[in-house]
């Protein structure tokens, strides 16, 4: 007696090409960006033109389903047409879009931040090596310079073990002796 649609099943492409209204409904769940629930909302008011009744179910259903993802953070005042949420929305879309523009930069720049830490700390364990090494066994030889600057990680720490255990130079860079 009924039919269940699985909606994460359908591409937005695969949707945006089908005009109904459960494709509208699905594609309103998850819009791809703001200005998809602008056109969206258009369509409805096209495709319902006869219909108050379901115009305004669709207002007030579109007005609940923003309100309650905080991604949106969108506050609606109370609306019985689409072409006022419409109106209320188009208000509100330069802001949402400048929100999500800015938190993309955001995680951008924290992911950037991140690296840069990883990149100290590599630089750092290198200088802390070179140090040990320098003083361990005098002035290091250019090519041993040159491998501690483009060292991995993984690289620096296995030299750090070997440096207090190792009766040469060439022994803390035998790659060979790796765990």
Known sequence: QYLLIDENAYSESQLASVNNLVAAVFRLEHPANPQTISDLITSLNDWLIDRPDLRRMFALWIR???????EYGIVLPQVDDLQEINVMLSQRLEEWAHRYKAE?????????IEQGIEQGLVKGESKL???LLEHRFGPLPVTIADRLNNATEMELEHWGDAVLTANSLDAVFDDSNKH
């Not at 609940?64 to 905080?70: H, I, N, S, V």
């Not at 993309?104 to 924290?110: C, H, M, N, R, S």
């Open 64 to 70: 609940a389903t923003l309100m309650r993802k905080p």
């Open 104 to 112: 993309g930069v955001l995680k951008g720049i924290e992911q950037g």
């Open 129 to 131: 090596l070179r140090k």
